[in-house]
């Protein structure tokens, strides 16, 4: 589990693109809006999918 902090998640809006976007990625995942972070289950390359995804949305994304 990677842990990835996206500190400009900032409403359900915005949990609904991200939610949207890993889902077509086929990535498990968790997305937890009160603590601005996606939480991903999967290798790095799953990691890497995910903040290519979060940034083609216009997020900020930083992993760790």
Same mark, same amino acid.
């Given at each position: 589990?990677?842990?990835? #902090? +996206?500190?400009?998640?900032?409403?359900?809006?915005?949990?609904?693109?991200?939610? &949207?976007?890993?889902?077509? *990625?086929?990535?498990?995942? #968790? +997305?937890?809006?009160?603590?601005?972070?996606?939480?991903?289950?999967?290798?790095? &390359?799953?990691?890497?999918? *995910?903040?290519?995804?979060?940034?083609?949305?216009?997020?900020?994304?930083?992993?760790?």
């Amino acid at each position: 589990m990677t842990t990835i #902090q +996206v500190p400009d998640m900032m409403c359900e809006n915005c949990v609904k693109r991200i939610t &949207n976007a890993l889902t077509a *990625a086929q990535l498990k995942f #968790q +997305v937890d809006l009160a603590g601005k972070t996606v939480t991903i289950d999967g290798c790095d &390359n799953c990691v890497k999918t *995910a903040v290519s995804e979060l940034e083609d949305l216009g997020f900020t994304p930083k992993v760790g």
